[in-house]
């Protein structure tokens, strides 16, 4: 079991930053590849970005690139996302998902997901 908390959503105007929290638990964290997905009402939950065990790999949606950095810090059991230059098609809620496979992108390969956190951007 790996459980995970994000914080750090809210409101933010466009143009605006955020950054998330993922906190995970247990001492497996550092074995798993983790990702950040989001969801909007009424659309299928989509992959944003993801990062290796050791941080050495990344990789982003195009929705995103440029914008987004996904990070880690395996000591504190934490990962992280920095959103940047926020425009209201980001307005989601956004969930954190561990993964022991190399298919990122894809909601099904995640074994664990957090209770998400809402990030909206208002024009």
């Known amino acids: 079991q790996v459980p995970l908390v994000e914080s750090g959503g809210g409101l933010v105007q466009a143009g605006g930053s955020l950054r998330l929290s993922c906190a995970a638990s247990?001492?497996?964290?550092?074995?798993?590849?983790m990702g950040w997905f989001r969801q909007a009402p009424g659309k299928e939950r989509e992959f944003v970005a993801a990062?290796?065990?050791?941080?050495?790999?990344?990789l982003y949606a195009d929705s995103v690139k440029g914008r987004f950095t996904i990070s880690r810090d395996n000591a504190k059991n934490t990962m992280y996302l920095q959103m940047n230059s926020l425009n209201p098609e980001d307005t989601a809620v956004y969930y954190c998902?561990?993964?022991?496979?190399?298919?990122?992108?894809?909601?099904?390969?995640?074994?664990?997901w957090g209770q998400g956190t809402q990030v909206t951007v208002s024009s």
């Open positions: 247990g001492r497996t964290f550092s074995s798993y590849a």
């Open positions: 990062i290796s065990w050791s941080g050495s790999s990344t």
């Open positions: 998902a561990a993964t022991s496979t190399g298919r990122w992108t894809l909601v099904y390969e995640y074994d664990y």
